[in-house]
């Protein structure tokens, strides 16, 4: 009797051992690009003063990163906010995966020294953005294809 308790449990362990990997490879999705999202509230009447001032910059540097391969594409959506809280612009940059992470911030600052200039420009640049807009908030999400 001991033994076939025995047979049994090492039957069930095996079992599962080979069907729980088939089980978890088994999603209903498959995992796509990563996406890092800037939602950004422009102050009112300010918009089209912040898009002539950030976007041929943007564009610029976002199309150079593309270039060297740091990005897969970029987008930028604007709307109308739902309070006074809430974001209306929002920038979304597509990488391949997360590994695309590693690295990133010293080449974006080359970049950056390539099409701004030293790091005391930059920060001048960014002083008066502020200006006109605030960042609210930041997300990293990967994109879920449903299979």
Not at 59 to 87: C, P, R, T
């Amino acid at each position: 009797m001991r033994i076939r308790n025995s047979f049994a449990v090492l039957a069930f362990a095996v079992l599962s051992a080979l069907v729980l990997p088939a089980i978890a490879q088994d999603k209903p999705y498959k995992e796509g690009s990563v996406w890092a999202l800037t939602f950004i509230k422009v102050k009112p009447g300010m918009f089209d003063v912040y898009m002539r001032d950030v976007g041929p910059l943007r564009k610029q540097i976002m199309d150079e990163a593309k270039k060297q391969g740091l990005v897969l594409s970029y987008k930028v959506f604007g709307g109308i906010s739902a309070n006074h809280a809430d974001w209306d612009v929002l920038f979304m940059d597509e990488y391949k995966n997360w590994a695309a992470f590693d690295g990133l911030t010293q080449k974006f600052e080359a970049i950056l020294a390539k099409l701004i200039g030293n790091e005391e420009k930059r920060t001048q640049l960014m002083t008066k953005r502020t200006d006109v807009r605030e960042i609210v908030g930041e997300k990293v999400m990967q994109e879920v294809i449903l299979k």
